[in-house]
């Protein structure tokens, strides 16, 4: 069992950056694929970033490559999305989230409650 609690969210200006923090618990934190997905207003949830177990290999949508950068730090049980280069349509509730099919962006088996990330034009 993991619990997922995300942190790091605000109002930016484009051009600005963030770095959402989510905190797990869970003495297997170490043994899930880590990712992020967002949910814009009136949107279906997206797959953002994810990587593996080790943190060695990531994926990334082709709308953040370059300007997001996911991390992980084991020890601390927790995940990292640094966020440069900001636009209007980052705008979003982000998640975190752990499970299997992570990586591939499909889904999760666990999920934070969310923080919301708002980028002024």
């Known amino acids: 069992q993991v619990q997922l609690v995300e942190s790091g969210g605000g109002l930016v200006q484009a051009g600005g950056s963030l770095r959402l923090s989510c905190a797990a618990s869970g003495r297997t934190f170490s043994r899930y694929a880590m990712g992020w997905f967002r949910q814009a207003p009136g949107k279906e949830r997206e797959f953002v970033a994810a990587l593996d177990w080790s943190g060695l290999s990531t994926h990334y949508t082709d709308s953040v490559k370059g300007r997001f950068t996911i991390s992980r730090d084991n020890a601390e049980n927790t995940l990292y999305l640094r966020m440069n280069s900001l636009k209007s349509e980052d705008t979003a509730i982000y998640y975190c989230?752990?499970?299997?099919?992570?990586?591939?962006?499909?889904?999760?088996?666990?999920w934070g409650q969310g923080t919301q990330v708002t980028v002024s034009s």
């Open positions: 989230a752990a499970g299997a099919s992570v990586f591939s962006g499909r889904s999760a088996d666990y």
